[in-house]
């Protein structure tokens, strides 16, 4: 075992989405030199750790980095995301930001790269296969970018017991099934819960024989106003719809019910309403199939899984050992305090407008190396916490919107959006003259001031909800 120092102007802790798009932008956009660290064997972050079927919420068209596509930008022409922009999937995206590592990083010469490393704080990592250890002294900053590390199945433990003989498998291992099952169990409300019911459902297991423990109805983001490039016209049309809906809602349940009239959001139960949001899309065509599974329970969580019947908080439920429980009951997004993006020796990672990591972290990269001030730096980067509750659209749409039109008031941001692949709302100026584009903008201008003003109101006046598991 030997020690090592390393001189850099920027130490990056965690390779997964966040620090790979920030690294991208920031040696795009200056001469730093970045030393970057991750405990896994290769940059990707939890995509690692995901299950097969997973896809991802938004177009790959406007995931991963600035400067090297994901897929091909097609548009699907079959399937439940017909008609909208391709997704891909774990082992693509894993793939994907290996080649941003080795196509486009390392070959910059300002990168190094250590994988299989664990970060001990004070700057110092320790190699997890040799115990080599590094010392680094930094420049500048060290960025944090494992800050809002999500917590998924393979890597959580179920938040329940589980009896001997029981048969529970995380969401993972429902791909590795050698035998049938007499019924499936989806345990969880989340985004992995939807998935595991889709995926069920898509490979020919009768609606009758699943069965969805859903301690939480959720609000789904509607994934046609989502969209980029040529089809950017409807996210725009989405964005005027939901000013609207916030300019003439005269409560916080008015809004919602407004926002759902113009579909801008579904929930899977109209007859239950929803405590839980989390930013997950769906198409409606997925919003149809999850309309199949009529076996919903909503007992809240579960307690205890035994050998003939499931402990739940509001009562039981029996079942034996033919049928299979998948545990989707992870915490997800990381519940973790807002905190200033910029100090004077770090960067933490965070959200700005809600839900777009690379884009965030790619846009806080360019801040970062443009300019110095760091009072203007937090001015424009303004954290946006992860969301958990229907309340957090709000503050997260308001806290977006309050960027963009600082961003907007920045001549060399305005050049950026308009040049950064990971910006979903690139383009939308060169289709002034779509007659979309146009309706879209005239209720923008008309409601954008009123609009804001009440989303700000409601974000004020309402307390946040406690924050609870899948």
């Not at 699907?76 to 774990?90: I, L, S, T």
């Not at 009896?163 to 429902?174: F, I, K, Y």
């Not at 989806?186 to 423990?213: H, M, N, Q, R, S």
């Not at 996210?235 to 809602?249: D, H, I, T």
Request: aromatic share 8%.
């Amino acid at each position: 075992m030997t020690t090592r120092t390393l001189d850099t102007d920027y130490l990056i802790v965690g390779c997964g989405a966040a620090g790979m798009a920030f690294a991208d932008a920031l040696i795009a956009a200056s001469d730093a030199e970045v030393v970057m660290v991750d405990r896994r064997h290769a940059p990707g972050g939890h995509w690692h750790d995901a299950y097969p079927f997973v896809r991802l919420h938004q177009p790959s068209a406007y995931y991963g980095v600035n400067s090297l596509p994901l897929g091909s930008e097609a548009i699907d022409r079959h399937g439940p995301n017909k008609g909208f922009y391709e997704r891909a999937g774990a082992s693509e995206i894993c793939a994907y930001f290996d080649r941003v590592m080795q196509q486009v990083l390392l070959p910059s010469g300002k990168v190094r790269y250590f994988p299989m490393c664990e970060y001990m704080g004070g700057h110092r990592f320790v190699s997890r296969l040799s115990g080599d250890e590094f010392q680094v002294r930094v420049r500048k900053r060290q960025v944090d970018a494992a800050y809002l590390e999500p917590s998924v199945p393979a890597t959580f433990a179920p938040p329940f017991e589980v009896e001997p003989g029981a048969r529970v498998v995380p969401v993972n291992d429902l791909v590795r099934m050698a035998s049938r099952a007499d019924g499936y169990v989806i345990v969880g409300a989340g985004k992995t819960a939807v998935d595991a019911c889709l995926w069920l459902l898509e490979t020919g297991v009768a609606p009758e024989a699943i069965t969805w423990i859903k301690p939480r109805e959720a609000w789904l983001l509607n994934r046609h106003f989502a969209q980029c490039g040529e089809l950017v016209g409807s996210l725009f049309e989405g964005l005027s719809l939901q000013l609207e809906a916030a300019a003439q809602a005269t409560s916080l349940d008015d809004l919602f019910a407004r926002l759902e009239a113009t579909r801008q959001i579904f929930r899977v139960d109209e007859e239950v309403a929803p405590s839980m949001y989390t930013s997950a899309t769906m198409s409606t065509g997925e919003l149809e199939q999850l309309r199949r599974i009529r076996n919903v329970v909503r007992l809240g969580r579960v307690r205890r899984i035994e050998r003939d019947r499931i402990v739940l908080e509001g009562g039981t439920l029996p079942t034996n050992t033919r049928h299979l429980h998948v545990h989707c009951a992870a915490k997800g997004l990381k519940a973790a305090p807002a905190l200033p993006i910029f100090t004077a020796e770090r960067i933490t990672l965070q959200p700005i407008r809600s839900g777009l990591i690379p884009f965030n972290s790619a846009i806080v990269a360019f801040v970062e190396a443009t300019r110095d001030d760091l009072v203007e730096k937090n001015r424009l980067c303004p954290p946006n916490p992860l969301p958990d509750v229907p309340l957090d659209w709000v503050k997260g749409t308001f806290i977006g919107m309050q960027a963009d039109y600082l961003w907007s008031k920045q001549p060399d941001l305005r050049d950026w959006l308009e040049r950064a692949r990971l910006n979903p709302s690139r383009g939308i100026m060169a289709r002034a003259g779509d007659p979309q584009v146009q309706a879209a903008a005239t209720r923008f201008q008309a409601n954008v001031r009123p609009g804001l003003a009440q989303l700000g109101r409601f974000a004020a006046e309402q307390p946040r909800a406690n924050r609870s598991t899948a």
